[in-house]
T-cell receptor, first 111, second 114 residues
Framework: GQQVMQIPQYQHVQEGEDFTTYCNSSTTLSNIQWYKQRPGGHPVFLIQ?????EVKKQKRLTFQFGEAKKNSSLHITATQTTDVGTYFCAGPDTNAGKSTFGDGTTLTVKP | DSGVTQTPKHLITATGQRVTLRCSPRSGDLSVYWYQQSLDQGLQFLIQYYNGEERAKGNILERFSAQQFPDLHSELNLSSLELGDSALYFC?????????????FGPGTRLTVL
């Protein structure tokens, strides 16, 4: 079945440093979604990318969808302590309506 | 607040027991998804219902079952509980059956099996 892999699993940064997480799918995706889960919280939708090569920005967050629509990345510029949490990517599976989530990248930020 | 509610928030029970987790989706959402998240693990998809019908199945154990009722709320039943079933169980809802819009997650039910 479809696999969605994320690297790294953990990332520790000093406040102000940049952070990037990468998501790779074993199959071509029609879209990719990104979610953030704060410690002790539930996943919250951040963004959806649909087009090949698409780049979207949300303040300090930049999301990119690969040309082949099999990979994606989330880049955070100048991390802040509010950025801590686990970032998940999710891509639709061949089963319609089912999304496969990556294992997530957990970001910790040292003040 | 996502608009998705889950009860109970916490559940502590013993091995061999049976529990029921409840989820009410956002108003207007017809799809309900159940996920299991073990400690420091990702989100494992269990099952999806759309408008009362099972739509997709993931790695759901035979000891687990779910249903979606006419009012669209859903229940996840876990039986013959084992220590390894201890986890956070999330419910998420979505407007349609497809995968082109976001999922809204509930706050989760933390299950502890002793």
């Amino acid at each position: 079945g479809q696999q969605v892999m994320q690297i790294p699993q953990y990332q520790h940064v000093q406040e102000g440093e940049d952070f990037t997480t990468y998501c790779n799918s074993s199959t071509t995706l029609s879209n990719i979604q990104w979610y953030k889960q704060r410690p002790g919280g539930h996943p919250v939708f951040l963004i959806q990318l649909v087009k090949s090569g698409e780049v979207k920005k949300q303040k300090r967050l930049t999301f990119q969808f690969g040309e082949a629509k099999k990979n994606s990345s989330l880049h955070i510029t100048a991390t802040q302590t509010t950025d801590v949490g686990t970032y998940f990517c999710a891509g639709p599976d061949t089963n319609a309506g089912k999304s496969t989530f990556g294992d997530g990248t957990t970001l910790t930020v040292k003040p | 607040d996502s608009g998705v509610t889950q009860t109970p928030k916490h559940l502590i029970t013993a091995t061999g027991q049976r529990v029921t987790l409840r989820c009410s989706p956002r108003s207007g959402d017809l799809s309900v998804y159940w996920y299991q998240q073990s400690l420091d693990q990702g989100l494992q998809f269990l099952i999806q219902y759309y408008n009362g019908e099972e739509r997709a199945k993931g790695n759901i154990l035979e000891r687990f079952s779910a249903q979606q009722f006419p009012d669209l709320h859903s229940e996840l039943n876990l039986s013959s509980l084992e220590l390894g079933d201890s986890a956070l169980y999330f419910c998420a809802s979505r407007e349609g059956a497809g995968d082109h819009n976001e999922q809204f997650f509930g706050p989760g039910t933390r299950l502890t099996v002793l």
